[in-house]
């Protein structure tokens, strides 16, 4: 079982920046693809990017030149962080944890953090 507990949400003007955070509760953390999702009310949840073990990252079209997800293995925790915000990026935000292998364990979720950007 792992714990993600994500932090650094919160209410930004547009235009402005934070820097999310998710931390792993276990060891093994550098093996996993690990990503950030968002959901803005009455939408599904959308990929905002990922990145892989071996520090391949993907970026959804919407956050791309403005979004960058990192990771620190020492400390099994994975940062977003968000520039030139607008308030279309509102949503809760969720980190997840990439099985290694789907028939023998789930993927992990986060319980989400708000990130409100005012126009």
């Known amino acids: 079982q792992v714990q993600l507990v994500e932090s650094g949400g919160g209410l930004v003007q547009a235009g402005g920046s934070l820097r999310l955070s998710c931390a792993a509760s276990?060891?093994?953390?550098?093996?996993?693809?690990m990503g950030w999702y968002r959901q803005a009310p009455q939408k599904q949840r959308e990929l905002v990017a990922s990145?892989?073990?071996?520090?391949?990252?993907t970026y959804g079209d919407s956050v791309k030149g403005r979004f960058t997800i990192s990771r620190d293995n020492t400390k099994s925790t994975m940062y977003l962080q968000m520039n030139s915000l607008k308030p279309e990026d509102t949503g809760v935000y969720f980190c997840?944890?990439?099985?290694?292998?789907?028939?023998?364990?789930?993927?992990?979720w986060g319980q989400g953090t708000q990130v409100t950007v005012s126009s």
């Open positions: 990145i892989t073990s071996t520090d391949r990252i």
């Open positions: 276990r060891g093994g953390f550098s093996t996993n693809t």
């Open positions: 997840k944890m990439f099985s290694r292998n789907p028939t023998a364990e789930p993927d992990y």
